[in-house]
């Protein structure tokens, strides 16, 4: 049982670089969603799409970029990389209804 | 806007102790969830509370919730060392739609 993958696990980037964070699950889940988390602050929602076709923005939005084409796959992206982006990123998808959500091992991303 | 809010944000406690964790949150929501993290590692669901007065319990932790108080608890009984690590509540908003929002986290260290 896969669940929700994120590719990579880590990465380093230089300031202005773009890249694309990785997410994809096997579940049919139809609610996906991005949580940056770092120290002190608990995860905060980046962005969040309910189905195919369908984003939107959560709480800290600026600077990057999601779409969503297919149900399994959930694709962030950073524009222009910046130092204040350094953090950790999670994805997660839950199923309709009541169920809790299934969250990814997390990317872990430094930009010098 | 939805805020969750959790104390303490840092708890020690000795082997054996009993303590309790609060999750406050301003809007109406009957769909609470607790969720534990290890140090690196990515977050796991412990119980999912949907009604007023709903009560789960898994081993050492038993958590709970009022919706007229908007209140979750999750209570910790004669506590052990694996139990260290940080708690997260989450509470969906009312609508469907409405992403989750987390709480800051509870730190706990179970000391000998």
């Known amino acids: 049982n896969a669940g929700v993958t994120q590719t990579p696990k880590f990465q380093v980037l230089k300031t202005g670089q773009s890249m694309t964070l990785q997410c994809a699950q096997d579940?049919?889940?139809?609610?996906m969603s991005w949580y940056r988390q770092d120290p002190g602050m608990g995860l905060r929602l980046i962005h969040y799409?309910?189905?195919?076709?369908?984003?939107d923005q959560g709480e800290v939005p600026n600077g990057y970029n999601v779409s969503r084409s297919t149900t399994e796959d959930f694709p962030l992206r950073l524009l222009s990389a910046a130092p204040s982006q350094t953090s950790v990123y999670f994805c997660?998808?839950?199923?309709?209804?009541?169920?809790?959500?299934?969250f990814g091992d997390g990317t872990r991303l430094s930009i010098l | 806007e939805l805020k969750v809010e959790q104390n303490p944000l840092f708890l020690s406690m000795q082997e054996g102790k009993n303590y309790t964790i609060y999750c406050n949150y301003s809007?109406?929501?009957?769909?609470l969830y607790w969720y534990r993290q290890d140090p690196g590692k990515s977050l796991e669901s412990l119980f999912v509370?949907?009604?007023?007065?709903a009560v789960k319990q898994e081993g050492r932790l038993m958590a709970s919730l009022d919706t007229k108080a908007r209140l979750s608890t999750l209570h910790i009984t004669a506590a052990v060392h694996d139990l260290s690590a940080t708690y997260f509540c989450?509470?969906?908003?009312?609508?469907?739609?409405?992403?989750?929002?987390f709480g800051k986290g509870t730190r706990l260290s179970v000391i000998a």
């Open positions: 997660a998808s839950q199923d309709g209804g009541n169920q809790p959500q299934h």
């Open positions: 579940m049919n889940h139809e609610y």
């Open positions: 799409s309910v189905g195919a076709g369908i984003t």
């Open positions: 809007t109406t929501s009957d769909r």
């Open positions: 509370l949907l009604s007023n007065g």
């Open positions: 989450a509470v969906d908003g009312f609508s469907r739609n409405t992403p989750l929002v």
